[in-house]
């Protein structure tokens, strides 16, 4: 079986996890590195009133080969960055995968209306992906509705009522699995969510392998 972990800090050694490993881009950053396909981004946290030259380095690594998306990039009112400037930033990477035809992983903790609103201001084209969700099936519903993929992460493992009601209504074809910055094994999150939707990690496998694809592996819709 092959796992996709969508969101990662870190490359798993197992051959049977694919990792898409999310890197935090700072404007002292002097070498960018990686071992394999991975996401760009300015962190809510490393946002500063500087925020573009960060940005502006995620703009330079748009043609190298690996990256497959920018992020992530969001909006957190429990950040002790500044919000106008989280808004300003988030803003600009948006419309930097609009114009460089990538998807965005995007990162929301307290900000769920702004990210909603934002979302139906830039009616983008580009897919987002919101990252590591632990809300109910409601947030689920409007964020779908939006046209956003979710991200379920090891609060899947932790078996919260209105979680599991998000992860069983969600379509198949609309969410992604990863480890996040916790410390779990992406197998477990399979485990936890294929029991949650009644089906075998098999089919899982399949389903989020597919979704994975087309978002960040097939051509860029237009
Ligand atoms: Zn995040």
Known sequence: MLYVDAHSLHRSASQN???LVNIRITASMEVFETDGICTVGLHTDDVTEDWRDALDIVEDLMSEKLVLGI???GLDQSSNAPWIHQVDAFEYAADLAERFTKPLVVHC???HDELLSINKFIDPIQQWVLHGFVKGADLARQYLDSGMILTFGAAVTKESASLVEA???C???RFLLETGADN???EDIYNAVAKIRGISVEELCTAVHETFEKVF???PPQ
């Open 167 to 169: 992860v069983r209504m």
């Open 17 to 19: 996890v694919t990792s």
């Open 71 to 73: 992020g992530e990039c």
């Open 171 to 173: 379509p198949s074809d």
């Open 184 to 186: 779990v094994r992406i």
């Open 109 to 111: 903790v307290k900000a």
């Open 217 to 219: 592996i097939s051509e």
